[in-house]
Structures are given as structure tokens and as C-alpha cells.
């Protein structure tokens, strides 16, 4: 059999009551069983790690690239953001030579990846960057939560949502030139087409349509 039909399945869940529990490790395997059964291929072996998503040493994921390389397979994840937590993690996935899909977006490739994973760890950051801002903005102006000044605190949370949204522009731009490029498209709705087709999902997580594409050239 071809190492493209052999797999070996890597799962993780963030706390040991979760690990315990089984808690979403059913469902990372399940997806992991009808990705692999809808296309006829194998499941060799199976590694679940039992950490936070912000550690980087795994040594269920050694073990499961180890595994790959001595039985020439590829390794499965259920989904890419129980994985894309940070940029490096990515990184050091990719400079092991062992290659990998996951079974929720397996047209995804390497810079799709990247750009993927800088935005989860950049949303991540941000969520509690804002909060941060709003209650010291609140704080410095004496602003009592719930007061008639929270307006003031709600502004500050858009501004820093236009801000996401100007950082999201810019890191899938190289996606839309690439698509521009290679395939010759350039029409908003041609584009946002070959966008969902490679599983790149919007900022907040949706399909793209021509007025969203619009909207991030605009924004690049």
C-alpha cells in the first residue's frame, strides 16, 4: 500500500479531566474514521496527548512523527485548530518532513496552513488584549461598567476590531495573489469561490462571497 493510504492519527485534549473523561476525543476520532473510510485508506496507530495547546513539547506528537517516518505514513488530525494554536507549532511540524492533513480541511496546503495558524494564535492573543484595553481605558476615564460611559469601553473594542480586520486582510493577500496567479482568476466572486474551495475560512470563521473579498482588498 502507498504511504499517501497509511495514517497514523494524532488527538489531543487540553486538560487530564478532559483526557479522563474522553471528552472531544470521540469526536476527533470519529472524524478522523470517516475521513480515512470515505476514501478506503489506513489507520495504523493512534497518539493522544493530554496537554495544553500552549505547551510545545508533545511527546504524544514525537511519538506519532516518529511513527510515520518508520512506517512511511502520513499523519491525521480531526481538526487543524486543535493543532493551530501558535505559528512555531506549525513550523516545527513542517520541518519534521512528515506530511500531514486534516480530516476538516484536507485541500488545505503549507501556506493556507501558516496563515491559519497565525491567525488562531493572533485571535487568541487578542481576546485578551481586548479586555485588557477596554478595563484599563475604563479605569484611567472612570468609567463604571455597566454606566452610561461604556460606550467608551465598546469604541476602544471596535477600534481593535478594525485592527484585526486590517491584520487578517494582510496575511490572506498572498492566497489571493497566488490564486490571481496560478490559476488566472480575478473576478470577486472567481476568487471567493477558489477560497472556500481551499477550505481558507474568513475572519469570522465563514464562507467566503465577492463582497468579502471585496472588502479585504480594500482593506490590503
Same mark, same amino acid.
Given at each position: 500500500?502507498?504511504?499517501?493510504?497509511?495514517?497514523? &492519527?494524532?488527538?489531543?485534549?487540553?486538560? @487530564?479531566?478532559? !483526557?479522563?473523561?474522553?471528552?472531544?476525543?470521540?469526536? @476527533?476520532?470519529?472524524?478522523?474514521?470517516?475521513?480515512?473510510?470515505?476514501?478506503? *485508506?489506513?489507520?495504523?496507530?493512534? +497518539?493522544?496527548?493530554?496537554?495544553?495547546?500552549?505547551?510545545?513539547?508533545?511527546?504524544?506528537?514525537? !511519538?506519532?512523527?516518529?511513527?510515520?517516518?518508520?512506517?512511511?505514513?502520513?499523519?491525521?488530525?480531526?481538526?487543524?485548530?486543535?493543532?493551530?494554536?501558535?505559528?512555531? +507549532?506549525?513550523?516545527?511540524?513542517?520541518?519534521?518532513?512528515?506530511? +500531514?492533513?486534516?480530516?476538516?480541511?484536507?485541500?488545505?496546503?503549507? =501556506?493556507?496552513?501558516?496563515?491559519?495558524?497565525? /491567525?488562531?494564535?493572533?485571535?487568541?492573543? /487578542?481576546?485578551?488584549?481586548?479586555?485588557?484595553?477596554? =478595563?484599563?481605558?475604563?479605569?484611567? %476615564?472612570?468609567?463604571?461598567?455597566?454606566?452610561?460611559?461604556? /460606550?467608551?469601553?465598546?469604541? =476602544?473594542?471596535?477600534?481593535?476590531?478594525? !485592527?484585526?480586520?486590517?491584520? +487578517?486582510?494582510?496575511?490572506? /493577500?498572498?492566497?489571493?495573489?497566488?490564486? %490571481?496567479?496560478?490559476?488566472?482568476?480575478?473576478?470577486?466572486?472567481?476568487?471567493?469561490?477558489?477560497?472556500? &474551495?481551499?477550505?481558507?475560512?474568513?475572519?469570522? !470563521?465563514?464562507? *467566503?462571497?465577492? @463582497?468579502?473579498?471585496?472588502?479585504? =482588498?480594500?482593506?490590503?
Amino acid at each position: 500500500m502507498s504511504k499517501k493510504g497509511r495514517f497514523i &492519527a494524532y488527538y489531543r485534549v487540553s486538560t @487530564q479531566r478532559q !483526557g479522563r473523561s474522553g471528552l472531544g476525543l470521540d469526536a @476527533q476520532r470519529q472524524a478522523v474514521t470517516d475521513y480515512l473510510g470515505s476514501n478506503g *485508506w489506513e489507520l495504523l496507530q493512534e +497518539f493522544t496527548e493530554v496537554e495544553s495547546g500552549r505547551r510545545a513539547d508533545r511527546p504524544e506528537l514525537d !511519538g506519532a512523527l516518529k511513527a510515520c517516518k518508520k512506517r512511511k505514513a502520513r499523519l491525521v488530525i480531526a481538526k487543524l485548530d486543535r493543532l493551530a494554536r501558535n505559528v512555531a +507549532f506549525i513550523a516545527k511540524l513542517m520541518e519534521s518532513g512528515v506530511d +500531514f492533513v486534516a480530516a476538516d480541511l484536507p485541500q488545505a496546503n503549507k =501556506l493556507t496552513i501558516h496563515i491559519m495558524a497565525a /491567525m488562531a494564535e493572533y485571535e487568541r492573543d /487578542m481576546i485578551s488584549s481586548r479586555t485588557k484595553a477596554a =478595563l484599563a481605558a475604563a479605569k484611567l %476615564r472612570g468609567v463604571k461598567l455597566g454606566g452610561p460611559k461604556i /460606550m467608551e469601553v465598546s469604541q =476602544l473594542g471596535r477600534q481593535v476590531q478594525v !485592527g484585526h480586520a486590517m491584520r +487578517f486582510a494582510a496575511n490572506v /493577500m498572498p492566497i489571493i495573489a497566488d490564486i %490571481r496567479k496560478r490559476a488566472g482568476i480575478t473576478s470577486l466572486s472567481g476568487i471567493a469561490a477558489a477560497l472556500n &474551495a481551499q477550505g481558507v475560512p474568513t475572519a469570522r !470563521g465563514g464562507r *467566503w462571497a465577492a @463582497q468579502t473579498v471585496k472588502n479585504v =482588498l480594500a482593506r490590503a
